[in-house]
């Protein structure tokens, strides 16, 4: 394989990779480098002239001329008179030397072994590119089309042909897929795997949602509106705490568009994730208050530390306030940073009541606290309901519930 052929089969492999013309460039003259190094055990006395678009490839070898018994003379940037003249006879002692070195002096398998390594260094040069331009675009929303459905991920191609992939978890739920599908998500990261980079995207991320608000609500997009949090149980329900600076603009109504317009298509994009927008304020206990709606709230007290708040409500709301699967009441506490602790006001006609941590002795305390995550803090409100129910909204068994349903049930007999 001759310098054309070698220089002109990688340029070609080289542009269709995008590689620029000075990055090829700079490729070859390091390979051409290594072989000089391997063969000479120094390049510091060559010059390689490249010109790629040509296929030309030129290596000069510089020695000065010394004396046949000079102590130079096994120097690298050294020749003796007697070599050199072989070279040009005129030659004389103090000359420099310029030889072309041909990519036959080097022999047919370093030849090989520097297309091989071209190759791999475009490739090598490549993952780079990719690694570098999904790094800086992590946190963004990218469009990839399906190409192959796996048990633990899904296999989507970029615009470019670059694979990219979404893991189960950060799948919503309810997300189907089909080959040829266009999908929508965000760079969430980029793992490097054997070597290569890994492009790992999300569509259950705070981020992803945000991204959505930016795209359909102008106002967001242009800074007039401040997404100050988000927080998901990713294709189940959100909620979205926001921020306007000017007094003119009702950041809830445009979010949510006229009739829902703008926030319909974030919603059916999220698989009909139920979204709660709220106005951010700096007023803890509205901020409570309006982050677990819709329950109406009665009062609100904070504890010493301010880590936790205990919320009062009418026996009527309190379900509304937990939600389904304690969703609402998760995602207030996370929105807020604290801890929500609910409770019933007790009327008139519930002065008889007990509340649940008189039962410490008879009952764990762990069972209490599971009993109060569902806004049951008194005996009268766990009786009200059946043991179907304590079932289905607790994490507590069937023996438990009998065994808690049996001691309350003996306080008031």
């Not at 040829?180 to 999300?202: F, H, Y």
Request: net charge negative; hydrophobic share 40%; charged share 35%.
């Amino acid at each position: 394989m001759d310098a054309a052929v070698l220089i002109e089969s990688f340029a070609d492999f080289a542009r269709q990779k995008n590689i620029d013309r000075p990055t090829m460039i700079r490729i070859l003259e390091d390979v051409f480098r290594t072989m000089i190094r391997r063969k000479f055990e120094t390049d510091e006395n060559f010059d390689i002239i490249i010109n790629a678009d040509k296929g030309d490839l030129e290596i000069w070898r510089f020695r000065e001329i010394v004396d046949d018994n000079s102590e130079d003379i096994w120097d690298h940037d050294k020749i003796s008179l007697s070599e050199a003249q072989k070279i040009e006879p005129d030659f004389e002692i103090g000359e420099e030397v310029a030889e072309q070195i041909t990519l036959e002096d080097f022999g047919r398998r370093a030849v090989m072994t520097a297309r091989q390594t071209l190759i791999q260094k475009v490739k090598d040069l490549e993952k780079d590119i990719l690694y570098q331009k999904y790094k800086d675009l992590v946190g963004e929303i990218i469009n990839g089309e399906v190409y192959q459905i796996l048990s633990r991920e899904v296999l989507l191609i970029d615009a470019e042909g670059n694979e990219i992939s979404i893991p189960k978890n950060e799948q919503i739920s309810k997300d189907r897929f089909r080959k040829g599908d266009q999908v929508r998500a965000i760079v969430d990261r980029v793992d490097m795997v054997n070597g290569s980079p890994k492009i790992i995207l999300s569509r259950t991320s705070p981020v992803f949602l945000e991204r959505l608000f930016e795209s359909e609500v102008p106002e967001v997009y242009d800074g007039l509106i401040t997404i100050k949090k988000v927080v998901r149980e990713p294709g189940e329900r959100a909620k979205v705490a926001v921020e306007s600076y000017d007094d003119r603009i009702d950041p809830v109504g445009a979010c949510v568009g006229m009739k829902g317009s703008r926030i319909h298509s974030i919603v059916r994009e999220l698989q009909n994730e139920n979204i709660d927008v709220i106005n951010f304020t700096d007023n803890m206990d509205l901020y409570i208050s309006r982050a677990l709606s819709p329950a109406k709230i009665g009062s609100i007290k904070m504890d010493d530390e301010e880590e936790r708040v205990s919320v009062y409500l009418k026996p009527d709301q309190v379900s509304l306030a937990i939600g389904k699967g304690g969703q609402n009441i998760k995602l207030a506490s996370r929105l807020v940073g604290k801890e929500i602790d609910v409770f019933r006001e007790l009327g008139e006609y519930e002065e008889e009541d007990v509340d649940l941590d008189e039962f410490g002795d008879e009952i764990e305390n762990w069972v209490i606290d599971e009993l109060k995550r569902i806004g049951l803090d008194t005996a009268k409100s766990v009786l009200t309901l059946t043991k179907e129910e304590l079932e289905r909204r607790t994490d507590l068994e069937e023996e438990t519930i009998d065994d808690v349903l049996k001691i309350l049930k003996q306080e008031f007999e």
